[in-house]
T-cell receptor, first 116, second 113 residues
Framework: AQKITQTQPGMFVQEKEAVTLDCTYDTSDQSYGLFWYKQPSSGEMIFLIYQGSYDEQNATEGRYSLNFQKARKSANLVISASQLGDSAMYFCAMREGGTGANNLFFGTGTRLTVIP | EAQVTQNPRYLITVTGKKLTVTCSQNMNHEYMSWYRQDPGLGLRQIYYSMNVEVTDKGDVPEGYKVSRKEKRNFPLILESPSPNQTSLYFC????????????FGPGTRLTVL
């Protein structure tokens, strides 16, 4: 079974509007971390935001916020006031805790295009 | 500046010619990992290392080797590259905990003819 599912291969948003990128995850661990990364056309992977499984508040970083719904196992990324520079691929990822290697598992990504 | 470096950034080679992609980090991280990225598949882990001399297979290890003789370096070795190893490769490092962010190198675009 996929550990991370991103069901939106591509999304469009008007400049200055907000957009939500979906992410659901699958784990039996109680302790885990959820991450979002941005990959612009230049190719590098840029860390955006982190949410821990025990965090009660949704994480926020500037225009990025993570809508964490633990019971539904979802960790959607919300980008407010979209900018042209937000056009990129976005990856959701999970790092499980416990006694394992704490490897990071990625979804297949969502390509966001911001329209002027 | 804290960073993960990879070399080369771009490489075109031919089937069967051994190559090494280097990865180095200056953050004293215990954990290092190699991923490959292919269209529609996201990033898939090749190998990882939890510390010096400790390495293990990820999801797609076939055709790759790694070593971790020093904490800062984690080279990826393709002994006999094949065209299906044409991909974008990323090295990453972090501390070893579920809360720790993995920091990525700039990527190496490999083409095997």
């Amino acid at each position: 079974a996929q550990k991370i599912t991103q069901t939106q291969p591509g999304m469009f948003v008007q400049e200055k509007e907000a957009v939500t990128l979906d992410c659901t995850y699958d784990t039996s661990d109680q302790s885990y971390g959820l991450f979002w990364y941005k990959q612009p056309s230049s190719g590098e992977m840029i860390f955006l935001i982190y949410q821990g499984s025990y965090d009660e508040q949704n994480a926020t970083e500037g225009r990025y916020s993570l809508n964490f719904q633990k019971a539904r196992k979802s960790a959607n990324l919300v980008i407010s006031a979209s900018q042209l520079g937000d056009s990129a691929m976005y990856f959701c990822a999970m790092r499980e805790g416990g006694t394992g290697a704490n490897n990071l598992f990625f979804g297949t990504g969502t390509r966001l295009t911001v329209i002027p | 500046e804290a960073q993960v470096t990879q070399n080369p950034r771009y490489l075109i080679t031919v089937t069967g010619k051994k190559l090494t992609v280097t990865c180095s980090q200056n953050m004293n991280h215990e954990y290092m990992s190699w991923y490959r990225q292919d269209p529609g598949l996201g990033l898939r882990q090749i190998y990882y290392s939890m510390n010096v001399e400790v390495t293990d297979k990820g999801d797609v290890p076939e055709g790759y080797k790694v070593s971790r003789k020093e904490k800062r370096n984690f080279p990826l070795i393709l002994e006999s590259p094949s065209p299906n190893q044409t991909s974008l490769y990323f090295c990453a490092s972090s501390l070893w905990d579920r809360t720790d962010t993995q920091y990525f190198g700039p990527g190496t675009r490999l083409t095997v003819l």
